[in-house]
């Protein structure tokens, strides 16, 4: 019994010494290969360290720099240098690039190459620019008064308010007007002269206008629709122009009526002056779409209320002889720019 106690445990004692020994091996193998691996890397480096240079930073103005990692693996929401380009010096602010009010939609991507800027940093989107200027000025300015001259070449074209103009002004000039005429009626009737010619045919028989006045609107407050005015007055510019193409035409405003007529039961059920106000502040704009004046006549003949001056008007609508020869005046203190 005690030999195979003694027998066992010089068993064991060799199984041991003999694991220790393998793993001896095993380690001084691990060393020799890592020790070999490292001689042939130094070994290389010296051999070629000649032909295969570290690599550098990149440095500012060179042509083969490349960008930093952090460009590849972070949007530049999140970084806080903008990536450095090889034609420009990188920004070191934090800011976006000055191409309006918003950074330009690009600045959201990564950038797809990395030796030319982009050219949104030189040329801001066309949508960030302010709207440039009108040609011209749409509401006509007061300026330099000019004599009666200044109208032979002019055409006045209107209502009976218009032909109160005609009558009783003493502005001698041409007039294409008629009573009961309306903004839709002139484009169509055979009215003028006695062949009783339409616009466009007596455009044709005399185009020398060089400036067109237009004056409707007062005939037209029944109207349901202010669409359908606009519509009309639309249609008669363009009569114009393509008749006169070298004329410069002004829209007159249209003139209120006095406040006891806007307030009878006939012409405020049609919306009185209000309806005046709503058709003249359309009229301005669309003179500033087509591209023509704007004379806002109604300045002198309508008081605090918007109502047309009582004593100004013979019947509440239509103009008087004195008030007649004030509207004249206005047109010649208002010369079309």
Same mark, same amino acid.
């Given at each position: 019994?005690?030999?195979?106690? $003694?027998?066992?445990?010089?068993?064991?004692?060799?199984?041991?010494?003999? $694991?220790?020994?393998?793993?001896?091996?095993?380690?001084?193998?691990?060393?020799?290969?890592?020790?070999?691996?490292?001689?042939?890397?130094?070994?290389?480096?010296?051999?070629?360290?000649?032909?295969?240079?570290?690599?550098?930073?990149?440095?500012?103005?060179?042509?083969?720099?490349?960008?930093?990692?952090?460009?590849?693996?972070?949007?530049?929401?999140?970084?806080?240098?903008?990536?450095?380009?090889?034609?420009?010096?990188?920004?070191?602010?934090?800011?976006?690039?000055?191409?309006?009010? $918003?950074?330009?939609?690009?600045?959201? $991507?990564?950038? *797809?190459?990395? +030796?030319?800027?982009?050219?949104?940093?030189?040329?801001?989107?066309?949508?960030?620019?302010?709207?440039?200027?009108?040609?011209?000025?749409?509401?006509?300015?007061?300026?330099?008064?000019?004599?009666?001259?200044?109208?032979?070449?002019?055409?006045?074209?209107?209502?009976?308010?218009?032909?109160?103009?005609?009558?009783?002004?003493?502005?001698?000039?041409?007039?294409?007007?008629?009573?009961?005429?309306?903004?839709?009626?002139?484009?169509?009737?055979?009215?003028?002269?006695?062949?009783?010619?339409?616009?466009?045919?007596?455009?044709?028989?005399?185009?020398?206008?060089?400036?067109?006045?237009?004056?409707?609107?007062?005939?037209?407050?029944?109207?349901?629709?202010?669409?359908?005015?606009?519509?009309?007055?639309?249609?008669?510019?363009?009569?114009?122009?393509?008749?006169?193409?070298?004329?410069?035409?002004?829209?007159?405003?249209?003139?209120?009526?006095?406040? +006891?007529?806007?307030?009878?039961?006939?012409?405020?059920?049609?919306?009185?002056?209000?309806?005046?106000?709503?058709?003249?502040?359309?009229?301005?704009?669309?003179? *500033?779409?087509?591209?023509?004046?704007?004379?806002?006549?109604?300045?002198?003949?309508?008081?605090?209320?918007?109502?047309?001056?009582?004593?100004?008007?013979?019947?509440?609508?239509?103009?008087?002889?004195?008030?007649?020869?004030?509207?004249?005046?206005?047109?010649?203190?208002?010369?079309?720019?």
């Amino acid at each position: 019994m005690s030999n195979f106690k $003694n027998y066992k445990r010089n068993k064991e004692a060799a199984l041991r010494r003999e $694991n220790r020994q393998r793993m001896v091996a095993v380690f001084t193998a691990l060393a020799i290969c890592l020790t070999i691996t490292w001689a042939v890397v130094e070994f290389r480096s010296v051999l070629f360290r000649d032909l295969d240079p570290e690599p550098t930073a990149p440095q500012l103005g060179t042509t083969n720099a490349v960008p930093p990692i952090s460009v590849i693996t972070a949007p530049p929401e999140t970084s806080t240098n903008p990536p450095v380009t090889t034609t420009n010096p990188p920004v070191t602010t934090t800011d976006p690039p000055v191409t309006g009010t $918003n950074p330009p939609e690009t600045s959201t $991507n990564l950038p *797809e190459t990395s +030796t030319n800027p982009p050219e949104t940093s030189t040329n801001p989107p066309e949508t960030t620019e302010p709207p440039a200027p009108p040609v011209q000025l749409v509401t006509v300015p007061e300026g330099e008064r000019v004599d009666d001259s200044y109208f032979a070449d002019a055409l006045f074209i209107g209502d009976s308010r218009t032909v109160g103009l005609n009558y009783w002004s003493g502005l001698k000039t041409n007039y294409y007007c008629e009573q009961g005429l309306n903004v839709s009626t002139v484009q169509t009737k055979g009215y003028i002269g006695v062949e009783k010619l339409t616009l466009a045919e007596a455009f044709k028989k005399d185009g020398s206008f060089t400036k067109v006045y237009l004056a409707f609107g007062i005939n037209e407050i029944g109207w349901p629709s202010t669409d359908n005015f606009i519509k009309a007055y639309r249609s008669l510019i363009q009569i114009v122009k393509d008749g006169l193409p070298n004329a410069s035409i002004c829209v007159q405003s249209i003139l209120p009526m006095s406040k +006891t007529t806007a307030e009878t039961e006939r012409y405020s059920a049609m919306g009185g002056n209000e309806k005046v106000a709503e058709y003249n502040e359309r009229l301005r704009a669309l003179a *500033e779409e087509m591209g023509v004046y704007y004379a806002n006549v109604v300045e002198i003949f309508s008081d605090e209320n918007g109502d047309l001056i009582a004593e100004d008007s013979t019947d509440g609508i239509h103009l008087g002889v004195a008030s007649t020869k004030k509207w004249a005046e206005y047109l010649r203190t208002h010369p079309l720019p």
